[in-house]
């Protein structure tokens, strides 16, 4: 009895931790509005389900270009394929590799290659990533950041008290700002709104099927397809397109996070 108490009180204090490398296959989502926000999925309305998204189906580059964690696109043949990796991919220049894969970058030779920070030189070195005076380098971790950089990762750093922080769930005062906080480069720790204070998580038995998925960053689904019956479960998917999320920053894929709602925006 004695531990059971004292494990409930390390929960409330500290949180509820999920691990962010699993991800749900698209047919364990019963919910469209989880559907639609998962990368690689879409929505079939006729058969009411979760599919993978098959990209030599799409017909426009700008289509296969939203799917980009799953699909590229063939500027030759004009074409939209399954992505496998930006080495796979030819190309010249930047432009020729992005709109293949906007993921993709170009330093020299005939191949693409991954979208990391540490290719960019100083003059190039894109928002997200940090430039250090001497190189440009994937975002570290909040502690890390000066206040500059830190105002730019302001949707997951926080600076208080002369350092960079990582937000705690008590940081935000709004239900819409409460939803999950950075933990470390491969966990989250999922946030509730306890009708008057935004704190931590204590279990996904809190969630309703509206807050499962946004409040988990996608690695909880709803066990249902009826939105007031079921229970908040946890993805035991593919990891296909799992990378730590300081990688996910530093390519700026925040952004998209952001646009389809998982990532809270300060």
Not at 82 to 103: E, Y
Not at 171 to 199: A, D, G, H, L, R
Request: negative net charge; aromatic residues 12%.
């Amino acid at each position: 009895m004695e531990f059971i108490i004292v494990s409930l009180l390390l929960i409330s204090t500290f949180g509820w931790v999920v691990k962010i490398e699993n991800q749900c296959s698209c047919s364990q989502y019963r919910l469209q509005a989880e559907c639609v926000s998962s990368l690689g999925c879409r929505w079939n309305i006729n058969s009411n389900l979760c599919l993978d998204i098959q990209c030599n189906s799409i017909k426009t580059q700008a289509e296969c270009l939203q799917y980009s964690q799953s699909c590229s696109f063939n500027y030759s043949t004009l074409t939209c394929a399954t992505f496998t990796s930006c080495k796979n991919l030819s190309g010249n220049t930047v432009s020729q590799c992005q709109i293949q894969n906007p993921m993709c970058l170009w330093v020299s030779g005939n191949s693409c290659i991954d979208y990391d920070c540490q290719n960019f030189n100083l003059n190039s070195c894109p928002q997200f990533c940090i430039n250090t005076g001497t190189a440009c380098e994937n975002f570290p971790t909040c502690e890390k950041l000066n206040q500059t950089y830190c105002s730019i990762y302001s949707g997951v750093c926080n600076w208080n008290s002369n350092r960079c922080q990582n937000y705690e769930c008590s940081n935000f005062v709004t239900i819409s700002q409460c939803q999950f906080v950075m933990e470390s480069e491969n966990t989250i720790k999922p946030c509730y709104w306890n009708q008057t204070q935004c704190i931590n998580a204590p279990d996904a038995s809190v969630f309703n099927a509206n807050q499962c998925f946004i409040q988990t960053a996608g690695k909880y689904h709803w066990s249902s397809n009826n939105s007031t019956a079921g229970t908040c479960e946890q993805c035991y998917g593919s990891s296909q397109i799992y990378e730590p999320l300081t990688q996910y920053l530093s390519k700026g894929l925040i952004l998209n996070i952001i646009v389809v709602g998982i990532f809270m925006v300060i």
